[in-house]
């Protein structure tokens, strides 16, 4: 039981490059969510999706996009990067929204150049 | 947009002392609470949850309080030990919504 894994762990883009960060879970959970972290402050959620072919936006979704479809795997597409998108990035996943607990990934550090 | 934010940015106790962390929240729709830990490096890490129904739930050496009048809730640490030296943040959801807004965190620095 791997938990929830992200790929890659570091990544350094160009303005204007897009890319995908890869999020994937083994334990069935219906719930799964992506967060920026920037530095001293709280996580802020970019997307979710409350299970396979359902997604949604959160706080900050604006220069992202998110696809579901499968149970297991929620990748975040840049689609075009800037400056302003460095950042911790974090997705996470839980059986459902509320009750239960939410298991984060390791974490993606991007830096857009 | 959601505001939940915290008392103190930073917190120093000594080890063995009880620690107490406080995190306000401005949504009164909110009914659903968790406290994480997060250790430099590392993604967040479940503590403890509690819902609107509840004022207090303890966990192993964790204790919430929730005071939904004034809209608060504080996380409590018994016998603070090294290990728990990291950022804590809470986060709040309203059974309204499907998302979590997260306060900026307290970071706890245990003084051996």
């Known amino acids: 039981n791997a938990g929830v894994t992200q790929t890659p762990k570091f990544q350094v883009l160009k303005t204007g490059q897009s890319m995908t960060l890869q999020c994937a879970q083994d334990m069935n959970h219906e719930y799964m969510s992506w967060y920026r972290q920037d530095p001293g402050m709280g996580l802020r959620l970019i997307h979710y999706s409350v299970g396979a072919g359902i997604t949604d936006q959160g706080e900050v979704p604006n220069g992202y996009n998110v696809s579901r479809s499968t149970t297991e795997d929620f990748p975040l597409r840049l689609l075009s990067a800037a400056p302003s998108q460095t950042s911790v990035y974090f997705c996470?996943?839980?059986?459902?929204?509320?009750?239960?607990?939410?298991?984060f990934g390791p974490g993606t550090r991007l830096t857009v150049t | 947009g959601e505001s939940v934010g915290l008392h103190l940015p930073t917190l120093s106790v000594q080890e063995g002392d009880n620690s107490i962390i406080n995190c306000a929240y401005s949504n009164s729709a909110s009914d659903y609470f968790i406290w994480y830990k997060q250790e430099s490096g590392k993604g967040p890490q479940f503590i403890i949850d509690?819902?609107?129904?509840?004022d207090k739930r303890q966990g192993q050496r964790v204790t919430v309080l929730l005071n939904k009048t004034v809209k608060h809730l504080s996380l409590q640490i018994a016998a603070t030990q090294p290990g728990d030296s990291a950022v804590y943040f809470c986060a709040e959801s309203s059974n309204t919504g499907n998302q979590f807004y997260f306060g900026t965190g307290t970071s706890l620095t245990v003084i051996p």
């Open positions: 509690i819902r609107s129904n509840m």
């Open positions: 996470a996943s839980s059986y459902s929204v509320q009750g239960y607990e939410q298991y």
